[in-house]
């Protein structure tokens, strides 16, 4: 009894903080845009046999048909997938760096990387803005040290998009990375060495390898929220920057258009769960073939 | 027995596979190995014995290249292998954590080095397998390291650094982390793979019983120096300081002054109250010289009345330590001094012939013991 009660516990948050809050929306999603409150019918005040049979796939057809939506997708997906890679090759060797540097300072780099998540997330992308403008102080420099004539057009730009995105999940990308970095054990390396290997080869056949988990971590932990970004492209994007968060925003505020905004959402959960569920499943077989 | 003994050190026209000459290496203020020079020959199997921090690492991985000697030369074959790499060395190295590679199973493992070669993919096959066989791993060849257990995982190591058919393998406390009775099985293990394969091994070691059992000859260290280089017997039965003598096995030390009584015999003065001892030493003494007679207990033989011996002295038995085998007694002198005889129980303990407090003889022969100078 009581071991089933401890059991219940997390499985009831799970429940209520995840797959209640989905089946909302998912419901929100096959219901019909309406002039009322909450802004769409039917609802649960229909009585449950009447609402369930009004529901339908309309709004994800809609989806199909224009080609704003799978573009948002797409551009979305391109502009997450090139954040995450640059995102791994700035926070990977700052990660290797840390683990690698003396002990006593470990701590004090590990709260450095910590530090920017004590200011707000908007406040911070905002600061890029005055950065990066035309008038900013990236382009005042260029100016002053002679590298440019005219100002460079960063803001507004995916360029900005994937800059904010790198600064601002750069930390989600060094913490695993650097904890797996920070568990290998020196000898490896030496061992490696010592049957041949160059620094650098060593590098590619032990350090990697040994340190994938923290990688694949790291780019989960940065694509997915990268995906569905909306403050950073709306505040550093330009017009030509199509992000899906951008869309189902608008949907949502500008057109009220829940049940559409909920079918974006319903999708967008989709891309991101189909894929990591088959990783997954490919890392289990990996495990039982290994043993 | 016909066959020559392998002593290639008491031969002077033998040349050294390594050679240590005046080597200093310091780590900041530290030094960690102090002026040493040092010969270790082809096919030896050379066990540097010391307690932690006295350098035996430090001179293991100045071998494997990990660390460049601060003064002084290291030539491996005549070479000065100062500033070449670890990965250039024919040199390999088995460590202490075994540092497997844990995203590989153990037949790639044991492949590593090999592949490092770029020989074709048969003959490093080849090579796989034998290795296999010659460590009895052929059953666990497809397994990851958390698979196999740690002796096996000891194995593989072994396995992995003599893939390369290095000209000299190191061994860094290669059995620290096996349990009693495994540790004794795999050092035979060790000795008969270093005898099949001919390759000159070292080991680093701080259990100086392992020390002993496998190795041909052993350096005791202290302090980055090195105190003594014989073969095992020689250091423990003619140890040329109070240093190696105390630290190999159990020993009694008396502390006196020496007066010659003889052909290479010497009275040694180490109270007062008692009657000098005789001692039997090559090494001469001067009159009146300090001196330490150092002498095994296994060599002091106790009894009830006072025996027919070279040396007697009579105490009372403080402590008997009973190691089920053997039984070491203490017998502390009217002097305050303890003096150890340790004796072979050949008989059940009920018949023990002495028992706390009893007043018993120790004895000992005058070649019983070393005279040593300090």
């Not at chain 1, 913490?175 to 000898?187: F, K, M, Q, V, W």
């Not at chain 1, 505040?235 to 199509?242: A, H, I, K, M, Y």
């Amino acid at each position: 009894m009581r071991r089933a009660v401890l059991i219940a516990v997390p499985y009831f948050w799970l429940l209520a903080l995840f797959l209640i809050p989905f089946a909302v929306v998912f419901k929100i999603s096959l219901s019909d845009i309406a002039l009322a409150i909450p802004p769409y019918t039917p609802t649960a005040k229909d009585g449950i046999w009447t609402m369930l049979s009004q529901l339908d796939f309309e709004n994800f057809v809609f989806l199909t048909q224009d080609d704003l939506y799978w573009k948002a997708y797409v551009s979305s997906l391109q502009i997450a997938l090139i954040s995450t890679v640059l995102t791994l090759l700035v926070g990977y060797p700052m990660a290797y760096a840390m683990a690698r540097a003396p002990e006593q300072w470990r701590p004090t780099l590990l709260m450095l990387v910590i530090l920017p998540f004590w200011t707000s997330f908007l406040i911070r992308v905002y600061a890029w803005v005055g950065i990066l403008s035309g008038e900013g102080f990236l382009n005042q420099f260029l100016l002053w040290i002679g590298i440019i004539d005219a100002p460079l057009t960063i803001l507004n730009t995916n360029i900005a998009v994937y800059i904010g995105i790198v600064y601002t999940y750069l930390p989600f990308m060094i913490l695993p990375i650097y904890s797996a970095l920070d568990r290998l054990d020196g000898s490896l390396i030496e061992a490696a060495e010592d049957l041949g290997c160059s620094r650098i080869r060593a590098f590619w056949l032990v350090t990697i390898p040994l340190s994938r988990n923290g990688i694949i971590a790291g780019c989960f932990l940065v694509f997915i929220p990268a995906l569905g970004e909306f403050v950073i492209p709306s505040l550093l994007g330009g017009s030509g920057t199509l992000m899906i968060g951008k869309v189902l925003f608008e949907e949502f505020f500008s057109n009220r258009d829940w049940p559409v905004a909920s079918a974006v959402a319903v999708i967008l959960l989709l891309i991101l769960i189909i894929p990591i569920v088959l990783f997954q499943r490919n890392e289990q077989k990996q495990v039982e073939d290994g043993s | 027995m016909a066959e020559t003994v392998f002593a290639p050190w008491d031969d002077p026209t033998e040349k050294p596979l390594i050679r240590f000459r005046n080597v200093t290496k310091r780590f900041g203020d530290f030094t960690a190995i102090d002026d040493l020079t040092l010969d270790i020959f082809e096919r030896e199997f050379f066990a540097l014995l010391g307690p932690s921090g006295c350098g035996k690492t430090t001179m293991m991985r100045m071998l494997a290249g990990f660390e460049n000697p601060t003064e002084g030369a290291i030539e491996l074959a005549g070479q000065d292998i100062a500033g070449v790499p670890a990965n250039k060395r024919a040199v390999n190295m088995m460590f202490q954590s075994y540092a497997l590679f844990p995203h590989l199973t153990v037949w790639d493992n044991i492949a590593f080095g090999l592949r490092r070669e770029s020989k074709d993919k048969a003959a490093i096959a080849a090579r796989v397998e034998e290795m296999l066989k010659l460590t009895r791993l052929e059953k666990f060849a497809r397994r990851k390291p958390h698979q196999i257990s740690g002796g096996q995982r000891q194995r593989v190591a072994l396995a992995r650094s003599l893939a390369k058919a290095p000209k000299l393998l190191l061994l860094d406390e290669p059995l620290g982390a096996l349990d009693a009775k495994l540790r004794e099985a795999t050092q035979f293990e060790l000795m008969d793979i270093q005898e099949k394969t001919g390759t000159t091994f070292v080991i680093v070691t701080h259990d100086q019983e392992e020390a002993m059992t496998v190795a041909s000859r052993v350096a005791v260290m202290d302090e980055g120096r090195v105190m003594q280089v014989s073969t095992p017997e020689r250091i423990y039965e003619a140890p040329d300081s109070v240093y190696v003598a105390d630290f190999i096995g159990d020993v009694n030390l008396l502390h006196g002054t020496a007066t010659p009584s003889g052909d290479e015999t010497y009275a040694v003065t180490w109270s007062a109250n008692e009657a000098p001892v005789q001692a039997a030493s090559t090494r001469s003494f001067s009159t009146g010289q300090t001196c330490h007679l150092a002498i095994r207990p296994e060599k002091v033989a106790i009894y009830k009345d006072k025996p027919e011996a070279d040396n007697a002295v009579q105490g009372k038995v403080l402590d008997i330590a009973y190691l089920g085998n053997l039984s070491t007694y203490h017998v502390e002198l009217p002097t305050g001094d303890i003096i150890k005889a340790q004796v072979a129980n050949t008989r059940r303990i009920s018949r023990r012939d002495f028992t706390w407090e009893d007043p018993v003889w120790v004895s000992w022969s005058k070649t019983a013991g070393v005279l040593l100078a300090e």
